[in-house]
């Protein structure tokens, strides 16, 4: 079994840049992929970037490429979201999902989730 907890949401501008993470516990998240994905109210889940944890190997959508970057941190068993010149179309709840074997951008896939972070980008 895998935990997850984001933590790293809030409020910024326009422009405004905000990081979040990705905690695991109960093991190692060696082995997995690691994606996060946002949800805006009244709006389905959409794939926002994932990790091969092993290999650093990376997707990220088209929407936020250039904006975001998601990365690992082995040492701290974390994955982290970078978020650079944010927009308010970004305004959602994040989550991060965790599943073993090969990259999906379906959510579906995904057995481990967090309970998600709010993200609010507005002036």
């Known amino acids: 079994q895998v935990q997850l907890v984001e933590s790293g949401g809030g409020s910024v501008q326009p422009g405004g840049s905000l990081r979040l993470s990705c905690a695991a516990s109960?093991?190692?998240?060696?082995?997995?992929?690691v994606a996060w994905f946002r949800q805006a109210p009244g709006k389905e889940r959409e794939f926002v970037a994932f990790?091969?944890?092993?290999?650093?190997?990376?997707v990220h959508a088209k929407s936020v490429a250039g904006r975001f970057t998601i990365s690992r941190d082995n040492a701290k068993n974390t994955v982290n979201l970078r978020m650079n010149t944010l927009k308010p179309e970004d305004t959602a709840v994040y989550y991060c999902?965790?599943?073993?074997?090969?990259?999906?951008?379906?959510?579906?896939?995904?057995?481990?989730w967090g309970q998600g972070t709010q993200v609010t980008v507005s002036s």
């Open positions: 999902a965790a599943k073993s074997g090969s990259y999906s951008p379906s959510s579906h896939e995904y057995n481990y």
């Open positions: 109960g093991r190692t998240l060696s082995g997995f992929v």
């Open positions: 990790i091969n944890v092993n290999a650093g190997i990376t």
